[in-house]
C-alpha cells in the first residue's frame, strides 16, 4: 500500500470511531406539556424531532432518575433542578445517546435516553453516582423499536391539546378574564360523515355535554362538525380534561377537535 492509501486508511478508521461514538446530527424540537401519571400531576419535556431518527443504531432505553434528598418536597428547587440539568449533560457528553426527554413528578426528574448497547449502563452509573446533592439512579432496558418514546413520551392529540389550551386561557388572562367563574365552554369537533358525526353527538350527550347545532365546512377532510357545551371555570385542569374526554369519544368516530372557544369573564360579570 502507498503513502496516501496508508493515509487514507487511517482516515477511514478515524471517522468510524467517531460514527461509532456520535448520535445522527438533527435539531431538537423540545415540547413541554402537563399529564398526570397515576393521578398525580406530572410536566413532560420530549425531543419531538426524534421521531424520525433510525431506531436500530440506540436500541437500549437509558432511564436516570434524579430526586431530591429533602424529605417531604414537593418539587424541586431551582438549585435541584440545575444539578439534575448537569448531571444530563454530562451523560450527553460522556456516552453520546439520543436523548428524548424528561417527566417530572414531585421532586424527582427521571431522564430518557437511548443508546447503543447495555455495556455503556456502567458509564451511565459511574457519572450519576459522582452527584452527591440529589439522589441518582440509572437502568436500562432493550427496547428496538422506542416504546417508551412513542408510547410515553411523544403526545398524541389529547396531550398536543393541552399545550393548545394553556396557550389560549393565557390570552384570554391576558384580556382580564377571571378563571375562576364558571362559563359556556363550546368546543367544535369534526368527522368524515354525517353518520359519524350523529353517533359522536349521542357518545357525548350521554358524557354530560350538552350539543349544539351541526356545521358543515365542506372544503375540509373533515366536513361534518358539531359544538358541544360544558359550564367550567378556565382551570387548565378543567379544560384539559374536558378536550381530552372529547378527544377519546371523538376518535372512536374517526374526528377531532378543532378548537375550543369561550368567552372572557370579567370580575363580578354575568354567565355568558
Not at 102 to 114: L, P, V
Request: aromatic share 10%.
Amino acid at each position: 500500500m502507498d503513502r496516501f492509501g496508508k493515509y487514507l486508511s487511517r482516515r477511514l478508521r478515524i471517522v468510524s470511531l467517531v460514527e461509532r461514538r456520535l448520535p445522527m446530527p438533527h435539531t431538537p424540537q423540545w415540547f413541554e406539556y402537563d399529564w398526570p401519571i397515576d393521578g398525580r400531576p406530572a410536566r413532560f419535556v420530549v425531543d419531538l424531532a426524534l421521531s424520525g431518527a433510525p431506531h436500530d443504531g440506540r436500541p437500549v432505553l437509558l432511564y436516570v432518575s434524579c430526586e431530591s434528598k429533602r424529605g417531604k418536597a414537593d418539587a424541586l428547587s431551582g438549585l435541584e433542578s440545575a444539578r439534575a440539568e448537569a448531571v444530563c449533560k454530562k451523560l450527553c457528553k460522556g456516552l453520546a445517546p439520543y436523548y428524548a426527554g424528561f417527566i417530572e413528578t414531585g421532586a424527582q426528574r427521571q431522564y430518557y435516553f437511548y443508546m447503543k448497547e447495555r455495556a455503556m449502563l456502567e458509564d451511565a452509573e459511574r457519572i450519576a453516582g459522582k452527584e452527591h446533592f440529589l439522589l441518582c439512579r440509572a437502568g436500562c432496558a432493550e427496547e428496538p423499536h422506542w416504546a417508551t418514546y412513542q408510547k410515553l413520551l411523544y403526545p398524541d392529540s389529547a396531550k398536543l391539546q393541552t399545550e393548545e389550551n394553556r396557550k389560549r386561557i393565557d390570552l384570554m388572562l391576558a384580556h382580564g378574564d377571571s378563571p375562576a367563574v364558571a362559563r359556556r365552554v363550546s368546543l367544535f369537533l369534526f368527522f368524515p360523515t354525517e353518520a359519524t358525526m350523529l353517533l359522536f353527538s349521542e357518545q357525548a350527550r350521554l358524557s354530560g355535554y350538552a350539543v349544539g347545532e351541526p356545521v358543515f365546512t365542506p372544503d375540509q377532510p373533515l366536513a361534518y362538525g358539531v359544538s358541544i357545551v360544558r359550564i367550567a371555570a378556565l382551570h387548565k385542569p378543567e379544560i384539559d380534561e374536558l378536550t381530552t374526554r372529547a378527544i377519546r369519544i371523538a376518535e372512536r368516530f374517526n374526528g377531532e377537535l378543532r378548537y375550543w372557544e369561550a368567552p372572557v369573564v370579567k370580575r363580578g360579570g354575568p354567565l355568558m
